[in-house]
């Protein structure tokens, strides 16, 4: 049977309501269901207000998932639901580890870079750090608790501005780039092993005379802020 016939059929079975003036309440008694084509049993949905039916059509050996939506007028639409594993696109790579390699001194074990997802040389920088418990200093901090030390946050962070200052326009190499300085940092959250870490660094004022840079910087998890704080460095030529 096709997706829109058997939704239908479903359908025929659920509260209507008349027009989209009428409240949108379920009857007492009722609600909208969910059909199990593999057991060909009816179940209610989690909200009684949704007026949509999930409807499995089992198909070349696989079940595919429909989602019938009815409209006030009785209008039915049914569309294939996308699988979680593609709901979420990847983030962009401006920098590839390679590349990030070639600008950053730092190698294993404090390369904690894994990929630049915005890149302005000179004035900014989005970077990731893929936070996994194969990270050697989770063993330690904390055995029963992994939770990744507040100043390798500050580490992370201050490599992706080493990213943005260690540019011609900024005037800095990778053989004379120090950490000079940190003040307002704030851990607002802790960074636990399977987390992605995304840190901006943002150039405020460049004193190129005596070769000092102040940034901004901000982590966050899940589009939270998990550290903040500024950051001084100091960069030198060869």
């Known amino acids: 049977m096709e ?3 058997m939704a239908k059929s479903i359908l025929s079975l659920t509260p209507h309501f008349p027009s989209s003036s009428a409240p949108h309440r379920t009857p007492q008694g009722l609600s909208p269901l969910i059909l199990n084509r593999k057991t060909s ?3 209610s949905l989690s909200k009684p207000s949704d007026r949509v039916l999930a409807i499995g059509i089992k198909g070349s050996n696989q079940m595919q998932n429909f989602a019938v939506h009815s409209n006030p007028d009785g209008a039915v639409a049914a569309e294939e639901q ?3 594993e593609k709901q979420f696109p990847a983030y962009p790579s401006v920098l590839d580890i390679n590349q990030i390699r070639a600008i950053l001194p730092h190698r294993f074990p404090f390369l904690l870079v894994d990929r630049v997802i915005e890149y302005k040389p000179g004035v900014s920088a989005v970077g990731i750090k893929n936070v996994t ?3 050697n200093f989770f063993p330690g901090h904390f055995p029963d608790r992994p939770i990744m030390p507040g100043v390798l946050m500050v580490e992370a962070m ?3 501005g080493g990213l943005v200052m260690l540019q011609p326009e900024v005037g800095g190499s990778k053989e004379n780039f120090f950490f000079a300085g940190i003040d307002k940092v ?3 959250k802790p960074v636990i092993a399977g987390d992605t870490l995304v840190m901006r660094m943002t150039l405020v004022k460049l004193q190129k005379r005596f070769g000092i840079a102040k940034m901004e910087g ?4 899940g589009g939270e802020v998990v550290c903040e704080g500024e950051f001084l460095m100091a960069t ?3």
């Open 41 to 43: 049993s009816l179940l």
């Open 133 to 135: 418990i194969n990270d």
């Open 158 to 160: 201050a490599q992706v």
């Open 218 to 221: 901000k982590a966050y998890v």
């Open 236 to 238: 030198g030529t060869e």
């Open 186 to 188: 704030r851990f607002r």
């Open 82 to 84: 996308i699988p979680i």
């Open 3 to 5: 997706a829109t016939t």
